[in-house]
């Protein structure tokens, strides 16, 4: 049983920053993989960022938003620069521990690839 909890998620102006963070708990060890997906009403979930010993960003995101990771923590984290209103989601956490024998990272980007998901935590943009 794994946990995965977010946070950080708020209201801003376009062009802002806005850090979110996402913890995970229940289980030993850390995730083979961890991504980031989000979901704006009216509209399907979809990919925003990826991180297993590298990266994978949705081009929408690419240059403005950073995924990172704290092993030690147990956390995963998204670092939004340059908000559009295009961002405007509510953002969730997912986390798969079983190995990918992938050489490429972009299978980050499929859903059905983690077994377990966080709530999410709403990011709210405004012009």
């Known amino acids: 049983q794994v946990t995965l909890v977010e946070s950080g998620g708020g209201s801003v102006q376009a062009g802002e920053s806005l850090r979110l963070s996402c913890a995970a708990s229940g289980r030993t060890g850390g995730a083979y993989g961890m991504g980031w997906f989000r979901q704006a009403p009216g509209r399907e979930r979809e990919f925003v960022a990826g991180?297993?010993?590298?990266?994978y960003y949705a081009d929408s995101v690419k240059g403005r938003f950073t995924v990172s990771r704290d092993n030690a923590k147990n956390t995963v984290f998204l670092q939004m620069n340059n908000l559009k209103s295009e961002d405007a989601a509510v953002y969730a956490c997912?986390?798969?521990?079983?190995?990918?024998?992938?050489?490429?990272?972009?299978?980050?980007?499929?859903?059905?690839?983690?077994?377990?998901w966080g709530r999410g935590t709403q990011v709210t943009v405004s012009s």
């Open positions: 991180i297993t010993w590298s990266t």
């Open positions: 997912s986390a798969t521990y079983q190995v990918k024998p992938r050489y490429s990272s972009s299978w980050l980007a499929e859903s059905d690839k983690y077994e377990y």
